[in-house]
């Protein structure tokens, strides 16, 4: 038997939800919560719980934070965010926060059951929604090499890259064949979303990260 809490706001969909799933063979829905502050007392009395289903918006409070501090606590927590969020950010913060799936609201009851089974079992599931874009967010529109840094576009992330190698904005300027004030603002977009504070920051970040060549001035 699949053991599963429900953690939504909307009581229709809750609601809904909890009598789907109760319909299925082997899944048994054992608690609800309408907020974030309910749903952390639920789970801080609750005994083993096999899928937590989370909301994003909790109205108290963010799914994505809820389901960080329950994988702090417990590391083995499967959850699954059910959400009505298509957005490229709300997939990757919630696998980032340890969200083991993703589904959108309106997936059909065969996807949420499959989803549900899936989680259990220790899979990661994505829903065909979210899952090319989602992909394609990651690997930074690419193919399926990595790409650091998919937050930056191609020209920052290229920027970056020679000031990793150590190379001035002059230098970079004359490189790209751009204005040194295109190449401080294209600098200054890199620090800001790298969230480092200064240029040393941002060339540990990228080094760390495989740029920077072997090519770098002395």
């Known amino acids: 038997m699949i053991s599963v809490l429900l953690v939504d706001d909307h009581p229709v969909f809750r609601i809904g939800m909890a009598a789907l799933l109760s319909s299925l063979d082997g899944i048994e829905v054992v608690a609800q919560a309408a907020s974030a502050a309910e749903a952390r007392a639920v789970l801080a009395d609750a005994g083993e719980v096999d899928v937590v289903l989370m909301d994003l918006d909790l109205g108290d409070g963010s799914g994505v934070e809820v389901t960080r501090d329950l994988i702090r606590a417990r590391s083995d927590a499967k959850v699954l965010v059910v959400t009505m969020h298509e957005d490229d950010d709300a997939v990757v913060a919630s696998v980032r926060a340890g969200a083991r799936g993703y589904l959108v609201k ?24 979210v899952a090319d874009r989602a992909m394609n967010y990651v690997l930074g529109g690419r193919s399926t090499t990595r790409v650091p840094f998919p937050e930056l576009t191609d020209r920052e992330r290229e920027v970056l890259d020679l000031v990793a190698r150590g190379y001035d904005n002059q230098v970079i300027s004359r490189r790209l064949v751009l204005s040194p004030k295109t190449v401080r603002n294209h600098v200054a977009n890199v620090l800001a979303k790298l969230a480092v504070p200064d240029r040393s920051a941002a060339i540990v970040r990228a080094r760390e990260q495989g740029l920077g060549g072997a090519d770098a001035p002395a």
């Open 106 to 129: 309106s997936a059909p009851p065969q996807e949420v059951e499959r989803a549900v089974r899936a989680v259990a079992d220790g899979a990661m599931i994505l829903s065909p929604a």
